[in-house]
């Protein structure tokens, strides 16, 4: 990437950065956040485990999606977010 590209998309990271930051991104040193770390590892490495992470708002949910998915095998693939609680639950259920 030449330095005019960098500065117009600096948020566009490398595989192996985004799982470095992603990971860093959780932040804890109390066993259950050591937990939810070591399960993050272990998931990843599962090529087609579906995963559902449930949690109080603003516990951090998202951040342990991402870590997930840029330490598996997808992180080349386009990370999506999906906020379930938004979606009206006859849409939820016609579609998942």
């Known amino acids: 990437m030449d330095s005019q590209t960098a500065k117009i ?4 990271l490398e595989p192996d950065t985004k799982k470095q930051t992603a990971i860093k991104n959780i932040v804890g040193k109390s066993p259950a956040i050591e937990k939810v770390k070591r399960l993050i590892g272990c998931y990843s490495q599962s ?3 579906p995963v559902l992470i449930t949690g109080e708002t603003g516990t951090g949910k998202e951040l342990v999606a991402e ?6 095998d997808r992180a080349h693939r386009p990370f999506i977010r999906v906020n379930c609680a938004a979606i009206p639950e006859s849409l939820f259920e016609s579609q998942f």
């Open 67 to 72: 870590a997930l998915h840029y330490s598996s």
């Open 47 to 49: 090529t087609d485990l």
């Open 9 to 12: 998309f600096p948020l566009i």
